[in-house]
């Protein structure tokens, strides 16, 4: 029966309250459930490991589909990630699933920088999550979620240990994604190796600091099987997309001339354990780690970098608004500034070139100047050797004028000698 | 650094194709239904419900058949001066309800002292005020640097406005009051204490009541605008042409052919509350709760919270443009990306002037 409490409770405190029939609100995770099936999932899975170690084989087996995948050659200069997204459907869920694979981890000379793509790609993606969060108009329910949500560390089997590359990787990432670090090619360990290996890594991950995902241990229903779980990290897992027949059935399974390394067989691999963790039972809880932890994370460091604060230095609350605010007028006061020296710049610039033209105007000047007395020297040259010529000329005509005359008298003189010889 | 293809759609085999041995193509991502269902359980729900109605029309009784439980104290102050607040009131109370492993913090609001004096002009400013505090609150929160993993949601999912079931047509405090407040909050209009109206009456009321709401453009819950898909607008157009739900409350039960059900009883009959021969009731109800609560949930929250969200966040930009400023339109920043100011409407918000989030556009 329904409690009768006539005392009027106070504004905050919430008092429990029993049901006289049937409400009806038992629906309501039905409701959400229908819900979000029409809005459909989202799942993004970012595999790292060394080129040729199997990521692309797991993922087609975890999924069963064959997704698009080329083999990549070991002699790429630089880590680089490629990301692939798939619509997959399975009875009613629809899931949009994005694998992100990096191409050329492990294969460089110098490796120092190989986990900076990553970190670089997973904080990319939280960027632009940040940004649709901060908007002013803004659409989450339609917004395609990209953050990483679980990242498969592949660890390849040597039996003995961590490869330094790899401890560094994983440091770098643990506070950023959940770490699920899986050993690859699990067919090459035998089983004692495969335990004291497990121990070995474990260990290791531990003396480091790596925070790698557990798996989550607060609902009853679950709590269970995940305790187990994660006392059996790191998963030993065999992936192949090839069928073989055994016994009367067709199994994915790798074939080698000892035997047949069934892939769903719980004695030959974890690869039932690994699909069963990080799909049908952990799938919400990672991805909701990535939103709340991992995300928020990334959130306060970056609204702190850029100078937000939820209480100034007197301890009172401050508003986003009044740190925007006093965080535009610094940026306008620059851009004034930045503005002036601009000018300022401009006419600088122009002063010099006007003084540049004039020089040059100033020469040309002078060469015009010069050139005009060379033209009046020789000019003046000229009219001399005129002069002269005519000269010459003049005395050259008397001269000749003398010369005929001359010419004309002997003549006559002749003449007058001739007549007087012949007399 | 990397590239994504198109959405490819290679699909798994469904689980029909299940071998008798083992589950050979089966995948297993339809079990994220079941962890979400686990998932919600396990955090409970919320929900705020807020009551608006003159006194005497059965709010309070409403609320108590609806949740099947005392959630609202019955105003019974016996002294008339102390019955009507000099202004009008908002009370809220919250309690934790549980069925079938359905955990939900059920709060309801009640708003004694509207429509209750002589004159009611701006009746409905201290509602609109409390809800856009709501709204205020969960905004304020959101954009803390250190914020809580589950925001606390006190926005008022539902305002169910209660219509005196005059028969005739809508009062002009109705109208006003539904017209400001459907902008902001889903309003569930409902003709109270229906049982004085005949069948008949009662058609002709709610006719009424729609034409004047459509004449003047109140949109009430189920909103058009809001329907997702055809199926939606299906049951949504049934739901929307048996508004308002003309409901009668009751919290006493009585004997029927053999059947102890809610009702009223009177000389000449009795009322059953969860007939819907004889009221509205059930449909109110499975409205509410059955069918459309996560919906009013979603459109509270990604609709009106996020108008409201856009307006605020638009009006301390206007506030803080008015500082002087000669700067023109478009100001070529240093690095040589143009830069927008804040007057555009599509411009981030908080984040507009930031260098590192400059060339968001």
Redesign the interface.
Known sequence: M?????A??P?K??????????????????????????QG?CFNILCIGETGIGKSTLMDT???????NFESSHFEPQV??????????????R??L?V?NTVGFGDQMNKQESYQ?VV??IDKQFESYL?EE?????S??NYHDSRVHACLYFISPSGHSLKSLDLVTMKKLDSKVNIIPVIAKADTISKSELHKFKIKIMSELVSNGVQIYQFPL??E??AKVNTTMNGLLPFAVVGSTEEVSVGN?M?KARQYPWGVVQV?NESHCDFVKL??ML???????LR?QTH?RHY?LY??CK??E?G???TNPECKPV???QT??A???E??VE??K??DEMRQMFVQRVKEKESELKDAERELQSRFEQLKRLHADEKATLEDKRRNLDDDLSSFGKRRAAAQLLQAQSLTANGKKDKDRKK | MSESAKPHHPSPQGKGEKTHASDFSYVGIDAILEQMRRKAMKQGFELNIMVVGQSGLGKSTLMNTLFKSKVSRKSVQPNPEERIPKTIEIKSISHDIEEKGVRMKLTVIDTPGFGDHINNENCWQPIMKFINDQYEAYLQEEININRKKRIPDSRVHCCIYFIPPTGHCLRPLDVEFMRRLSKVVNIVPVIAKADTLTLEERDFFKQTIREELRANGIDVYPQKEFDEDADDRMINDKIREMIPFAVVGSDQEYQVNGKRILGRKTKWGTIEVENIGHCEFAYLRDLLIRTHMQNIKDITGSIHYETYRVRRLNESNAHFKSQPSDHPAVQPKANGQPEVTPSAPQANGVAAKHEVMSHEM
């Open positions: 329904a409690s009768s409490d006539v009027r409770m504004e405190a919430v008092r429990p309250l029993g049901l006289a029939g049937h409400v009806g609100f038992d629906s309501l995770p039905d409701q959400l459930v229908n819900k979000s099936i029409c999932f975890l999924f069963n589909t064959n997704f698009e680089k990630l490629r990301a692939q997204t798939y619509d997959l459907q399975e009875s009613n869920v899931l949009r994005t992100v793509p670089d790609y940004q901060l908007k002013i108009k803004r989450l329910h607060d609902d229903t679950v059935k199994v769903e699909r069963e799909i049908c039972v952990n799938m919400e809880d909701e709340t928020e959130r306060r609204l702190e850029m937000f604060q939820d508003s986003l608004q925007y605010e965080k535009r007028q940026f306008l851009l004034q930045r503005e």
